[in-house]
């Protein structure tokens, strides 16, 4: 049980991954959700995303919203290990493809 787990592990954290800061008071948040629920299935089987809801006051989201630099939401994080992209505020959906393409080099 613990080689599989930690296999798993390997597994995702070599995928590139999205980290998405949301709220749900936030109409360019719920914006972008809509846009990721419409174009992130084709590429889940590549991208990890990650939704961190930053109104939970949780010491996970705490430590997220620090490590990232968090300042306001949306904000968007494209990593694939090597680089990693920011964007905050709204991405129209073409630029939000465009950059999950990126991400796995397509």
């Not at 914006?31 to 590549?46: A, E, F, L, M, Q």
């Not at 990650?50 to 968090?70: C, F, G, L, R």
Request: charge should be positive.
């Amino acid at each position: 049980l613990l080689s599989q787990n930690s296999v798993s592990y390997a597994e995702k954290s070599s995928k590139p991954e999205i980290i998405k800061f949301t709220s749900q008071m936030c109409l360019d948040c719920q914006r972008i959700n809509s846009t990721i629920k419409d174009i992130y299935p084709k590429y889940s089987d590549k991208i990890k995303l990650t939704e961190i809801k930053v109104e939970k006051n949780d010491a996970y989201t705490k430590e997220q919203i620090k490590k990232h630099k968090v300042t306001l939401v949306p904000t968007t994080i494209f990593t694939n290990g090597k680089k990693t992209k920011r964007i905050e505020g709204y991405i129209p959906k073409n630029e939000l493809e465009k950059e999950m393409k990126a991400l796995i080099n397509e």
